[in-house]
């Protein structure tokens, strides 16, 4: 039968014609649903045609430029597909890179959407953030060559004008990644060289400040505490550094003087649940998602032993904190307690066209303004006592930490329009020892506004 109609040229070529026509059908349906002809049809076939569209965008793009908030340059590139070009060592960690070998990391990994979308020219969108060349560059000279950490904010906007990090022994540097990639990827350096701004550690007596914002509002800032040199909470007996004895003191000596003694014992007559209100008003324990990072940090208040709240009172026990947060508190104590989100993306523009734009944002109320002068005043005197020349107008406040078998030296301060916090970590040094630091920025920082 078969035979009978193949015989045939009409129905071979009927036969053919079908077998053509099926085919043509098969391999459309394919397309349609595994090749993503059109959208919506298949998430996978979506995906692998954006991701085609984008790397074929990307090689006919050229990169962005970022900018800092004079228009300087920080990075930029000149040919389509090819990585820009980062002009300042200090803006490493913070710009990152976006690399077809390396992955992405940082403003270039975050940003990359905004970076690598051309425009009618095929020039990437520019980002001019909020920091000053000059004061980052500064910034990271301070702390090159250390495990630290420097974040200088605006009191008044909360904008970030420096936000520099660095490692002991390995620079990142973002335009020749192969030449260090094994050490930044070290063992001692926790697998990769982490921005050092989003590392929580313990804060020490930076956290005092906090503190003594709740011991004044509770109305508790003129109550004499007798200064043994000891505080015994529970099993354990709280010391000064240095095993000082300070005698009779109130609040304002106390921060002076940076009594543990004082803070564990007025922590603990306060108890956890207030400390807990007030360190939550600084949003400390709270997840800040910001425009360059996401922020953790940790409290744990309300499941500490009593011990451990007293502890966490003068910045130890179960309490842990970024740079970010540290300067945090200063900002919110320099600007009479209202608590400002700090930020670093001034604006994303593309031929002309603002595609994104930063603004100030108020995070709430830390404290009263009542406590936030007392406490200002009181580190003024500190700062005095640190040996800060009284012209600057520097309010701070140290802080040493025991971090395992080193410390965690921090250094907060502020004047009427800045804020300067600088963070060393594995260090044996105090936090007094980041004054000169904090005064070098204050200087040039003095300079922007003539």
């Given at each position: 039968?078969?035979?009978?109609?193949?015989?045939?040229?009409?129905?071979?070529?009927?036969?053919?014609?079908?077998?053509?026509?099926?085919?043509?059908?098969?391999?459309?349906?394919?397309?349609?649903?595994?090749?993503?002809v059109?959208?919506?049809?298949n998430?996978?076939?979506?995906?692998?045609?954006?991701?085609?569209?984008?790397?074929?965008?990307?090689?006919?793009?050229?990169?962005?430029?970022?900018?800092?908030?004079?228009?300087?340059?920080?990075?930029?590139?000149?040919?389509?597909?090819?990585?820009?070009?980062?002009?300042?060592?200090?803006?490493?960690?913070l710009?990152?890179?976006?690399?077809?070998?390396?992955?992405?990391?940082?403003?270039?990994?975050?940003?990359?959407?905004?970076?690598?979308?051309?425009?009618?020219?095929?020039?990437?969108?520019?980002?001019?953030?909020?920091?000053?060349?000059?004061?980052?560059?500064?910034?990271?000279?301070?702390?090159?060559?250390?495990?630290?950490?420097?974040?200088?904010?605006?009191?008044?906007?909360?904008?970030?004008?420096?936000?520099?990090?660095?490692?002991?022994?390995?620079e990142m540097?973002?335009?020749?990644?192969?030449?260090?990639?094994?050490?930044m990827?070290?063992?001692?350096?926790?697998?990769?060289?982490?921005?050092?701004w989003?590392?929580?550690?313990?804060?020490g007596?930076?956290?005092?400040?906090?503190?003594?914002?709740?011991?004044?509002?509770?109305?508790?800032?003129?109550?004499?505490?007798?200064d043994?040199?000891?505080?015994?909470?529970?099993?354990?007996?709280?010391?000064?550094?240095?095993?000082?004895?300070?005698?009779?003191?109130?609040?304002?000596?106390?921060?002076?003087?940076s009594?543990?003694?004082y803070f564990?014992?007025?922590?603990?007559?306060?108890?956890?649940?207030?400390?807990?209100?007030?360190?939550?008003?600084?949003?400390?324990?709270?997840?800040?998602?910001?425009?360059?990072?996401?922020?953790?940090?940790?409290?744990?208040?309300?499941?500490?032993?009593?011990?451990?709240?007293?502890?966490?009172?003068?910045?130890?026990?179960?309490?842990?904190?970024?740079?970010?947060?540290?300067?945090?508190?200063?900002?919110?104590?320099a600007?009479?307690?209202?608590?400002?989100?700090?930020?670093?993306?001034?604006?994303?523009?593309?031929?002309?066209?603002?595609?994104?734009?930063?603004?100030?944002e108020?995070?709430?109320?830390?404290?009263?303004?009542?406590?936030?002068?007392?406490?200002?005043?009181?580190?003024?005197?500190?700062?005095?006592?640190?040996?800060?020349e009284?012209?600057?107008?520097?309010?701070?406040?140290?802080?040493?930490?025991?971090?395992?078998?080193?410390?965690?030296?921090?250094?907060?301060s502020?004047?009427?329009?800045?804020?300067?916090c600088?963070?060393?970590?594995?260090?044996?040094?105090?936090?007094?020892?980041l004054?000169?630091?904090?005064?070098?920025?204050?200087?040039?920082?003095?300079?922007?506004?003539?």
């Open positions: 039968m078969l035979s009978k109609i193949f015989s045939k040229p009409v129905n071979r070529a009927n036969t053919v014609v079908c077998c053509f026509v099926a085919l043509t059908v098969i391999f459309s349906c394919y397309l349609l649903y595994y090749g993503a059109f959208y919506g049809v998430e996978k076939g979506d995906s692998l045609k954006e991701s085609i569209a984008k790397k074929e965008e990307r090689a006919a793009t050229i990169e962005g430029s970022i900018t800092d908030s004079n228009g300087d340059v920080i990075t930029y590139a000149e040919e389509p597909g090819v990585s820009a070009k980062c002009m300042h060592k200090s803006y490493g960690q710009v990152g890179f976006n690399n077809a070998v390396y992955g992405k990391y940082g403003l270039r990994g975050k940003y990359e959407d905004y970076l690598m979308k051309g425009d009618k020219t095929h020039h990437g969108a520019t980002i001019r953030l909020t920091t000053v060349n000059r004061i980052q560059n500064l910034a990271y000279e301070e702390i090159k060559g250390k495990q630290g950490c420097v974040v200088v904010l605006e009191n008044a906007t909360g904008r970030i004008l420096a936000l520099a990090t660095s490692y002991p022994g390995v540097d973002v335009n020749n990644l192969s030449s260090n990639w094994n050490e990827n070290s063992s001692e350096n926790d697998g990769f060289l982490i921005q050092n989003r590392k929580a550690l313990a804060p007596s930076t956290m005092k400040p906090v503190t003594a914002t709740l011991i004044y509002d509770e109305g508790l800032a003129d109550t004499v505490y007798n043994t040199g000891t505080e015994k909470i529970g099993s354990h007996a709280f010391r000064n550094a240095g095993h000082a004895i300070n005698g009779k003191i109130k609040l304002d000596k106390a921060i002076v003087k009594c543990n003694t564990a014992h007025m922590s603990n007559e306060m108890g956890a649940f207030k400390l807990q209100q007030r360190a939550e008003d600084f949003c400390i324990g709270s997840d800040l998602e910001l425009d360059f990072c996401h922020l953790h940090s940790e409290h744990n208040l309300m499941t500490s032993s009593a011990e451990e709240a007293a502890a966490a009172g003068f910045g130890q026990g179960r309490l842990l904190l970024t740079p970010v947060n540290i300067a945090m508190i200063g900002e919110a104590i600007n009479g307690g209202e608590l400002k989100k700090p930020y670093i993306i001034d604006s994303i523009s593309s031929s002309e066209k603002t595609l994104y734009q930063g603004k100030t108020v995070l709430g109320t830390a404290c009263s303004k009542e406590s936030a002068a007392y406490v200002s005043n009181a580190m003024k005197q500190a700062a005095i006592s640190y040996g800060v009284k012209k600057l107008g520097i309010h701070a406040k140290t802080g040493t930490a025991q971090v395992d078998s080193a410390y965690r030296a921090s250094f907060v502020f004047n009427d329009k800045y804020t300067v600088i963070v060393e970590n594995n260090t044996q040094k105090a936090g007094k020892s004054a000169g630091s904090a005064v070098r920025i204050f200087r040039e920082l003095s300079k922007l506004s003539k």
